[in-house]
């Protein structure tokens, strides 16, 4: 458990830095943003499947040990 912690926190931290240093998380080219009159709708496909990807092999690792 306490590895578990460890590894989701310096995912965070890591992901914190990424942010602060000026990569746009959730604004990839992937991500639709559909504006009406009245009504907004934002669909972060891209940024959903990076998501997918980084946390699928952050618990095949993790379960291997």
């Known amino acids: 458990m ?5 590894v989701v926190g310096l995912a ?3 992901a914190g ?4 240093v000026g990569v746009p998380l959730g ?3 992937g991500d ?6 009245s009504v907004s709708f934002y669909l972060p496909l ?3 499947i ?5 946390l699928t092999l952050l ?7």
């Open 2 to 6: 306490g590895r578990t912690l460890i």
């Open 12 to 14: 965070l931290v890591a």
């Open 17 to 20: 830095i990424l942010v602060s």
């Open 27 to 29: 604004r990839l080219p």
């Open 32 to 37: 639709f943003t559909i504006r009406r009159e």
């Open 46 to 48: 891209a940024t959903s």
């Open 50 to 54: 990076i998501a997918s990807i980084v």
């Open 59 to 65: 618990v095949m690792f993790l379960s291997r040990r």
